[in-house]
T-cell receptor, first 109, second 117 residues
Framework: GQNIDQPTEMTATEGAIVQINCTYQ??????LFWYQQHAGEAPTFLSY??LDGLEEKGRFSSFLSRSKGYSYLLLKELQMKDSASYLC??????????WGAGTKLIIKP | GAVVSQHPSRVICKSGTSVKIECRSL??????MFWYRQFPKQSLMLMAT?????????EQGVEKDKFLINHASLTLSTLTVTSAHPEDSSFYIC?????????????FGPGTRLTVT
């Protein structure tokens, strides 16, 4: 089967750094996405990794290791508005997007 | 980035009636659009893949006759929930691929909150 695992919920402090992990097992691999979703809203694109390594984009960075089936999203200088669910999704060999259940991130002052 | 709109954003309907949800790509042509459903505190569940000019491909467990999908043009796909029941109440989200932006990224519409009473 195909599955994507990520923690259900994480809590962090405003101004701190948090790392959200994602492990995957899919039939083939054509890239990994991270999306942010605020409650009651549609997901918004954060990052896309298809090669191993770290992609940095402002306060957000995403890392991929294809051999380990592992990715993480790193959020720096956390702000209250970063409180949201973070969804990990993998495109498999059929170009289907397989979604994780999402990690709810709670930011405390 | 590419923009996808959905209409309506919220709809309340009575049990047994049908509801149509529109998904439009505003500044690009989308040959492929996707329809998702999301229940509270759960992840996105792909319902079907909509291809312009051909029949939609439904995921296992999704009733084709209940969730009618029509991708009539390169910028519009519609989802019709027929004979809606309270258990169909959910957040419906569409997404579209912009071929000009790369083959894999999906742009999401703002979603439609359906409540069936």
């Amino acid at each position: 089967g195909q599955n994507i695992d990520q923690p259900t919920e994480m809590t962090a402090t405003e101004g701190a750094i948090v790392q959200i992990n994602c492990t995957y097992q899919t039939s083939g691999f054509n890239g990994l996405f991270w999306y942010q979703q605020h409650a009651g809203e549609a997901p918004t694109f954060l990052s896309y990794n298809v090669l191993d390594g770290l992609e940095e984009k402002g306060r957000f960075s995403s890392f991929l290791s294809r051999s380990k089936g592992y990715s993480y999203l790193l959020l720096k200088e956390l702000q209250m508005k970063d409180s949201a669910s973070y969804l990990c999704a993998v495109t498999n060999s059929n170009y289907q997007l397989i979604w994780g259940a999402g990690t709810k991130l709670i930011i405390k002052p | 980035g590419a923009v996808v709109s959905q209409h309506p954003s919220r709809v309340i309907c009575k049990s047994g009636t049908s509801v149509k949800i529109e998904c439009r790509s505003l500044d690009f042509q989308a040959t492929t659009m996707f329809w998702y459903r999301q229940f509270p505190k759960q992840s996105l569940m792909l319902m079907a893949t909509s291809n312009e000019g051909s029949k939609a491909t439904y995921e296992q467990g999704v009733e084709k006759d209940k969730f009618l999908i029509n991708h009539a043009s390169l910028t519009l796909s519609t989802l019709t929930v027929t004979s809606a029941h309270p258990e169909d109440s959910s957040f419906y989200i569409c997404s579209a691929r912009d071929p000009g932006q790369g083959p894999y990224e999906q742009y999401f519409g703002p979603g439609t909150r359906l409540t069936v009473t």
